[in-house]
């Protein structure tokens, strides 16, 4: 009962339902692109970051190299371990638990956590996101797979494109400035750009190479970039005067 009266569980609920949702997406495109059952699940039980595990998917699918698709995914795991610093500073879980949380560490378990201003609802809102969304992810990944064939082709019916409106959902809110916005648009130009003219996975990671380099560049600017959830560091306000005593000095 003290579990369900965590404002912070049942946001990591809810979230874990509607993002759970999304494994019978994923199933079905690993499904029709030629993995197994066995495969499938091995993905989502072992590299759970859905934006990796559907680069994966989709460079296999296009006829890429193992290696080109492992690029692919990893590229878009490292958000993964910057996660992984923060959850532990924000948790500083211990033992079985430090390996636990690392494997459920993902955008939902992080947001949930950070958005939360008391240790005990930090940790709540982390544990139930995390845990549910690997429970109902596996789950309903399984689904999609076995049903694979009877969905016919997914791509007929946009599920190859759900997850990327989502991402693309998610992302553009928290790009704070135009050069951050005009970075991503770039970084699009290259892909679409590339996808004709370069192997399957290649383009993405074109694209990686051509943020870095504008970064780098640019040098970036400090009060642009990605919004955080929230502000760890909030600077201090100005110290109130207190109110003078009628005799005169200050009142204590």
């Known amino acids: 009962m003290k579990l369900l ?4 569980a049942r946001v990591g609920l809810s979230i874990s339902i509607a993002t759970g949702l999304y494994g019978i997406s994923f199933g079905a495109l690993s499904s029709a692109a030629g993995l197994d059952v066995l495969q499938t699940q091995a993905l989502s039980l072992l590299l759970f970051s859905g934006g990796s595990q559907f680069a994966f998917v989709g460079v296999v699918a296009g006829g ?6 492992m690029s692919a995914a990893a590229l878009l795991g490292i958000r993964n371990g ?3 610093m923060q959850i532990n500073a924000l948790l500083r879980p211990r033992g079985w638990r430090r390996l636990a949380a690392a494997q459920v560490t993902i ?3 992080t947001a949930t956590a950070t958005g939360q201003s008391e240790p005990a609802e930090q940790s709540r809102g982390f544990w139930v996101a995390g845990v549910g ?3 109902l992810w596996n ?3 399984l689904a999609g797979a076995l049903a694979g064939d009877a969905l016919g082709d997914p791509r007929r019916i946009g599920l190859d494109g759900a997850a990327v409106a989502a991402f693309l959902g998610l992302l553009w809110p928290r790009l704070k400035g135009r050069e951050p916005a005009a970075i ?7 892909t679409v750009l590339g996808v004709p003219l370069l192997p399957p996975g290649v383009p993405i990671l074109v694209a990686a190479a051509v943020a870095a380099v504008i970064g780098w560049v640019s040098h970036g600017r400090a009060s642009e970039g990605l919004e955080p ?10 110290v109130p005067r207190r109110a003078p005593r009628p005799g005169g000095g200050e009142q204590r």
Do not use: H, Q
């Open 133 to 135: 969304v690997f429970v």
């Open 64 to 69: 890429g190299t193992g290696v080109a698709a």
């Open 107 to 109: 955008d939902e378990s």
């Open 229 to 238: 959830d929230v502000e760890p560091y909030p600077e201090p306000g100005p």
């Open 5 to 8: 009266a965590s404002a912070a």
């Open 184 to 190: 991503a648009v770039v970084c699009a130009l290259v």
């Open 82 to 84: 910057i996660y992984g």
């Open 139 to 141: 789950l309903f990944t």
